[in-house]
């Protein structure tokens, strides 16, 4: 089986499309836990790789990882001992111990029994609202999204942080984008073309409505930052991309570069899964539509530029409506 996964990857390699990979056992499960609401060990940490280290992107409220006090945007300089990347995290969680060596300290996590989906969470930095939203994957992002966003107060800023997320449901980025504008996708293959159109909570696949949350009143596109990092793949680019071009001023570095592309996702018989773009993204002209999303605002996030600075792009996001707030 070693040596076919080999062939496999030197395939999946040779094809030359970055939204074509091959994931081992141990993702494809977790991948297919949150697509079906399910739950595994795990210390409720998301990641966003930085080179040689990591941040933070994402914390479950309640997980051993936020009842130890790690927050959005901590420094990682390794996972027992590893290069801190999300394959480490998983390996660490699935053997059930996970030692962090954060810039000041090191901690050690004992994995619980966690949904294997995580839902958009809700915090406040000064006089602005923060929302994270940590992926796309399964029913119910936008939904969550949409529940925070009708208890706050549309006349106060708001950040929406995307960094650690991968991807997921066109659906789920398309309705939460249509919060703050009308969110239009197109896909093609060579055989087939589908639109996708959603307003306000409503989404229509090729003019038949599909999906309906109900109108929400949120803040004005321009007093929106989203946050966003190499990480931020597929429709969290999608999402990103949608608001910038709504008038959401877009912070971090440029994204992973897949927003152009969907993908199905198959079953190996050895327990892993393979990821084969299905179909590309088109314009209104008909043409393939940018890959990346490049910020407004660039902020580079390095290991010299994080320990006592807290979040640095969260700060720079914050800063653009409350000048001098320190972000924490």
């Not at 050690?108 to 406040?124: C, H, K």
């Not at 066109?170 to 919060?179: P, R, V, Y």
């Not at 709504?246 to 892993?272: C, E, F, I, K, M």
């Given at each position: 089986m070693d040596v076919g996964r080999a062939v496999a990857q030197d395939l999946v390699k040779g094809y030359g499309d970055r939204h074509t990979n091959l994931r081992d056992p141990q993702q494809a499960r977790r991948t297919r836990a949150e697509m079906r609401g399910l739950s595994v060990e795990r210390v409720g940490l998301r990641l966003v790789p930085q080179d040689t280290l990591a941040v933070v992107g994402y914390v479950r409220p309640g997980s051993p990882a936020a009842r130890a006090g790690l927050e959005v945007g901590t420094l990682v300089r390794t996972i027992n001992g590893?290069?801190?990347?999300?394959?480490?995290?998983?390996?660490?969680?699935?053997?059930?111990?996970?030692?962090?060596?954060?810039?000041?300290?090191?901690?050690?996590?004992?994995?619980?029994?966690?949904?294997?989906?995580?839902?958009?969470?809700?915090?406040?930095?000064?006089?602005?609202?923060?929302?994270?939203?940590?992926?796309?994957?399964?029913?119910?992002?936008?939904?969550?999204?949409?529940?925070l966003l009708r208890g706050?107060?549309?006349?106060?800023?708001?950040?929406?942080?995307?960094?650690?997320?991968?991807?997921?449901?066109?659906?789920?980025?398309?309705?939460?984008?249509?919060?703050?504008?009308?969110?239009?996708?197109e896909l093609a293959t060579g055989q087939w073309k589908t639109t996708y159109v959603a307003r306000q909570g409503a989404l229509s696949v090729n003019g038949r409505r599909s999906v309906d949350l109900g109108a929400v009143r949120a803040a004005p596109a321009a007093r929106v930052a989203v946050l966003v990092s190499n990480r931020t793949a597929s429709c969290g680019e999608v999402f990103a991309a949608n608001l910038q071009?709504?008038?959401?001023?877009?912070?971090?570095?440029?994204?992973?570069?897949?927003?152009?592309?969907?993908?199905?996702?198959?079953?190996?018989?050895?327990?892993?899964?393979?990821?084969?773009?299905?179909?590309?993204a088109l314009d209104a002209s008909g043409r393939l539509v940018d890959a990346a999303v490049v910020p407004d605002r660039a902020v580079t996030v390095s290991a010299d530029s994080l320990p006592g600075a807290g979040d640095p792009v969260l700060k720079t996001a914050v800063d653009l409506f409350v000048p001098a707030t320190a972000a924490r």
């Open positions: 590893e290069k801190p990347t999300s394959a480490a995290l998983v390996v660490a969680e699935d053997a059930g111990r996970v030692t962090l060596a954060l810039a000041d300290r090191t901690l050690t996590l004992t994995p619980e029994t966690l949904p294997a989906r995580d839902l958009p969470t809700l915090r406040v930095v000064g006089d602005v609202n923060v929302v994270n939203i940590p992926s796309f994957l399964g029913e119910g992002v936008a939904r969550g999204f949409f529940e706050l107060d549309p006349a106060r800023p708001l950040v929406v942080d995307v960094r650690a997320n991968g991807g997921g449901s066109l659906t789920e980025c398309l309705l939460a984008s249509s919060a703050f504008t009308e969110a239009r996708h071009r709504a008038g959401a001023t877009v912070v971090g570095v440029p994204t992973a570069g897949v927003r152009n592309s969907a993908v199905g996702l198959y079953d190996l018989s050895d327990g892993g899964m393979l990821s084969v773009t299905t179909s590309r």
